[in-house]
């Protein structure tokens, strides 16, 4: 595998930045980082005035059916790593394999996440996409109904490698409805479960309601910010008392609620991206799932999530992209989540920025990425201009490597 050096570079590792710095790739990982001249005598890149970030990792999408477009494109936005939170297991061997062709994102994988009968997702997905080929996919979901099926099913898990476990614990009531919910003794016997085999247990809640039982139940993250209603006091203690994280997927909570829709349309036509994304995925990011429209408002996931966020509870970055999930493109979507943890949270670029590299691989202990450190893997994203002053320059991407090898949309690019 080639070694290459990239020089006169700013470079932000994940936690801190160096100004003035070197970093050599060898054989696929990071052999050195400095802030003084590196000795190389093969291929080098002199890149003044850009900056070079780790890989994104990206905490939740769908590559729902396998789709072949998720994890190439989520790469071309300088997403090295995603997170899938619900997929049928033939599925994800299908993305196995596709990575195995190279340019595509790694994949972290719940394979099939904690399902009940005709609980979340299974009533909306058939609201929407009713056919035999949907229902044939449902057909193969778990049906956990008691707490030692829970724990069979993080031990089926297991066979699949899976690098977490998902639950869903989703009520219902931001649709204006009711859905079958898992009981609370079920959950508890999953995230222990897990616990015992080393795994995270991440949970999907819609509602302040869902998101403090299932808190009491002790799991490690949160996979949605509610939107039904203000934080509380409460919200905060039940984190804490985790010790666990919030990934809020704030653009997809916007589209839920369509207030996200003119930013979406902004970043769905940004002139820098055209060539990164596909003419079918561009048009889905400028629709709303709405579901959300009459019952929520995206100004409570911010409000929760600056206060998360000012009591020291860790917020990652993470999109829900999935091509059901209209409102939402994968890789793209993740550049709109940071600029609303600085716009609307009050983060810092540096903050959302560690959000979406280091902090998620610490989270989900990826411990062979997220930062730039050596001897870790060369997931590198090389852009134009300083995100650490403006978010925004996340988009000026001018090369992404994933384990040392270029992304093909950055070819020729010099």
Not at 206 to 212: H, I, K, R, S, V
Request: with cysteine.
């Amino acid at each position: 595998m080639a070694s290459f050096l990239i020089k006169d570079v700013r470079i932000f590792d994940g936690e801190n930045t160096i100004e003035n710095g070197s970093v050599l790739v060898e054989n696929g990982k990071i052999s050195k980082v400095s802030n003084s001249p590196i000795e190389h005598h093969g291929t080098t890149f002199s890149k003044p005035g850009h900056t070079l970030l780790p890989g994104l990792i990206d905490v939740h999408i769908h590559a729902d059916s396998g789709n072949p477009v998720a994890l190439p494109q989520s790469l071309r936005f300088g997403v090295t790593t995603a997170c899938d939170m619900h997929n049928e297991f033939y599925n994800i061997e299908k993305l196995r394999k596709q990575i195995e062709g190279g340019d595509c994102a790694d994949l972290k994988t719940t394979s099939f996440a904690a399902t009940i009968e005709m609980g979340w997702p299974m009533p909306v997905v058939l609201a929407h996409h009713d056919t035999p080929e949907v229902r044939a996919e449902i057909a193969t979901w778990p049906r956990l109904d008691t707490p030692e099926s829970g724990r069979q099913y993080v031990q089926d898990r297991l066979k699949d490698k899976v690098d977490y476990i998902k639950l869903m614990h989703e009520s219902g009531t931001i649709l204006g409805q009711k859905f079958n919910k898992p009981s609370l003794e079920l959950q508890r016997a999953i995230i222990d479960e897990a616990h015992k085999h080393g795994l995270r247990a991440i949970a999907h809640a819609t509602c302040l309601a869902d998101t403090l039982e299932i808190l009491g139940c002790g799991v490690d993250g949160l996979a949605h910010c509610f939107v039904d209603q203000s934080p509380t006091e409460e919200l905060i203690t039940a984190y804490k008392k985790n010790g666990a994280h919030c990934n809020p997927t704030l653009a997809t909570m916007g589209s839920a609620t369509t207030e996200g829709q003119k930013m979406q349309e902004k970043y769905a036509h940004d002139p820098r991206v055209q060539h990164l994304i596909g003419e079918e995925e561009r048009g889905r990011m400028c629709v709303c799932m709405s579901f959300a429209k009459e019952t929520g408002k995206a100004e409570y996931a911010y409000e929760a999530v600056r206060q998360l966020r000012n009591a020291g509870v860790p917020v990652l970055a993470g999109s829900d992209a999935a091509s059901p999930a209209v409102g939402t493109a994968w890789g793209l979507t993740m550049h709109q989540e940071l600029a609303i943890f600085v716009k609307e949270c009050g983060f810092t670029p540096s903050e959302a920025l560690h959000a979406a590299t280091i902090l998620p691989a610490q989270r989900f202990n990826f411990h062979d990425r997220g930062q730039i450190k050596e001897g870790l893997l060369a997931d590198l994203v090389l852009v134009e201009g300083n995100p650490l002053e403006d978010i925004d320059h996340t988009l000026d991407l001018r090369a992404v490597w994933k384990g040392g090898v270029l992304c093909s949309a950055y070819k020729g690019q010099g």
